[in-house]
């Protein structure tokens, strides 16, 4: 075939087509490179099914530069799944972005157009680590653009971009400890290593790479950190105790900035806005440095609020306890137009309407029962796009909508929503069941999603949550070397907290790390896997260590994961 000089219209749009493809058949290498040796480590198939909207919205929009690159920003924004597929799309953007302004689409531009790419991946992360896919991309970018001034080919600009690419890529665990303590590089990175592979082949016909066993992170692990702070000095989002809110008024120019000083202090940070009139919200134990960080950049604040989020948590068990065992009337499930999702079409009209993210039937009754009227499928290994999502916002019969994701992978798909309705949404963070059934306590459909939003996630914050699941592969945690098929035990913040042969043993230890004398209840969610007998004996041994502490099972019906548990 002929040597391309140009990545023009047709020539892109088979470059994307080839990615995908190609992601598809490494999918399940990628999805081996976690650092935790669970079975859901799902960043290849976030990726694939990021590109599967993309593929899908091109397919729509058969024609020139314009709508092939309206095709692909459109798509990767709508399609996108879990952290990394989040990424994904913000390269994709920045890409498509300045190829769509080019005229000559030759090496120069092409490189240009990876470093736009570059600068829109790292705009998407408030604290950008390096060692993840944001280090690839980036330095694989540089040298696209130093290959192109140079004078090199389309052709050889990209083999130079791949080479310094794959050089990143095996250097990411010397960047980040906890890649290199679990003998792995970035899974991310991995995956976009693909489109350069991709893109050589459409260009002069370089044979594809076959799929082989890997090891490997998962992006998705690392994303957290990045929101959280550095690895060193990582604070765990249920210590901040004030939720602080507030109108600010401020030169645009300045909004990137105060929201890095807002990075220092917090986290769930939200500011939204624009042509000088923001709405801001962060988490953080320092009232004062949140509402002197605009100031200092001649912003000013107004309609400041600011809420404790440890108050009250006792009445919210109250309130729980109370509303558990009371389905609401009309809690049948209709459907949602879409396949995937229930919604509660039966409930009346609400101020307030809550879509949950559920990963099995038993989870998505539960739900329906304490008054969520839509529910999305997904959770580990099938995370909703940000499309989906927003199908179940618009079909809700309420103008404010509160989404609990409960996967940190989902997290940053959810909060895209509110940018693409008129509805007021608040994305309360949920990471787990247990925390969503938490929040719903605190949940009330006559107010507005503001008022819930907050209230939901106070609630939220002050459950502990654990998960047991089957090892995949050996490696080393703080709690002990780990064998392929040993049962583990794992603490958000803690990571791997417990390793057993068998989920019943498994389970104690990892509940011994978990409750507190100061704790008054415990929720079972029991999965697929989980057995009458292994419950009971749970249940049964809880009584005999902790007597003070009640215990509420829920069939569950969630794969992979036997047993979640939340402790309040």
């Not at 859901?40 to 694939?48: A, I, L, R, S």
């Not at 300045?98 to 157009?113: D, F, N, P, Y």
């Not at 580990?380 to 409960?406: K, R, Y």
């Amino acid at each position: 075939m002929p040597v391309l000089e140009q990545l023009g219209p047709d020539a892109l749009r088979h470059t994307l087509v080839t990615y995908r493809d190609t992601l598809k058949r490494h999918q399940a290498d990628i999805n081996k490179l976690n650092v935790y040796p669970v079975p859901d480590g799902d960043t290849g198939t976030n990726m694939m099914r990021t590109l599967d909207a993309v593929v899908a919205e091109l397919e729509k929009r058969p024609g020139a530069l314009d709508e092939t690159c309206n095709a692909i920003s459109h798509g990767s924004l709508m399609g996108a799944r879990g952290n990394s597929g989040v990424i994904l799309s913000q390269i994709l953007r920045g890409l498509s972005a300045t190829m769509k302004s080019a005229r000559e689409h030759g090496a120069t531009k092409v490189a240009e157009a990876l470093k736009a790419a570059s600068v829109a991946a790292y705009e998407s992360v408030l604290k950008p680590i390096e060692g993840t896919i944001l280090t690839v991309v980036r330095e694989t970018a540089d040298a696209a653009v130093r290959a192109a001034n140079d004078g090199a080919t389309l052709a050889a600009m990209l083999r130079v971009a791949r080479a310094a690419g794959r050089e990143s890529l095996a250097n990411t665990p010397e960047l980040l400890p906890v890649l290199k303590d679990a003998g792995v590089v970035d899974a991310g990175g991995a995956g976009f290593l693909l489109f350069l592979d991709s893109a050589l082949h459409v260009v002069e016909g370089e044979p594809l790479p076959e799929p082989e066993n890997i090891a490997g992170p998962n992006t998705e692990q690392l994303i957290a950190v990045m929101k959280r702070g550095d690895a060193e000095g990582v604070v765990d989002v249920s210590e901040l105790r004030y939720e602080v809110m507030f109108l600010l008024e401020i030169d645009d120019s300045k909004s990137k900035a105060f929201k890095q000083k807002w990075g220092e202090i917090g986290d769930s940070i939200v500011v939204v806005g624009g042509e000088g009139l923001y709405n801001c919200h962060v988490h953080t134990n320092d009232i004062g440095a949140a509402i002197e960080a605009p100031i200092a950049l001649g912003g000013r604040p107004h309609q400041i609020r600011v809420t404790d989020l440890f108050e009250e948590v006792a009445e919210e068990h109250e309130k729980r306890e109370a509303q558990l065992g009371a389905p609401p009337p009309g809690a049948g499930a209709a459907g949602g137009g879409r396949p995937g999702a229930k919604v509660h079409a039966a409930l009346p009209a609400v101020t307030c309407a809550v879509v949950a993210v559920a990963s099995g039937d038993g989870i998505a009754e539960l739900f329906g029962n304490l008054g969520v009227h839509g529910v999305v499928t997904g959770g580990q290994t099938l995370n909703p796009s940000t499309q989906e999502l927003l199908d179940a916002v618009e079909h809700m019969n309420a103008q404010h909508v509160v989404v609990l994701p409960n996967n940190k992978n989902i997290i940053p798909v959810a909060q895209q929503v509110d940018g693409l309705t008129k509805k007021d949404v608040r994305v309360v963070p949920t990471c787990s069941m247990p925390e969503a059934l938490a929040a719903l306590v605190a949940y009330d459909p006559e107010a507005s999603a503001e008022h819930n939003g907050s209230a939901m996630a106070k609630a939220a914050a002050a459950v502990v949550t654990g998960e047991i699941t089957v090892a995949v592969r050996d490696t080393k945690t703080d709690a002990g070397n780990v064998k392929e098929g040993d049962v583990i035990g794992l603490v958000r913040g803690d990571g791997v907290v417990a390793v057993a042969a068998n989920v019943f043993d498994c389970a104690t230890a990892l509940l011994t790390h978990i409750v507190a004398d100061d704790r008054e209840l415990l929720t079972i969610i029991a999965g697929v896997d989980a057995s009458a007998e292994t419950t009971d004996r749970i249940t049964g041994w809880m009584g005999e260590h902790f007597p003070e502490i009640s215990c509420e099972v829920h069939r569950g019906g969630q794969p992979l994961y036997p047993y979640l548990f939340g402790v309040e």
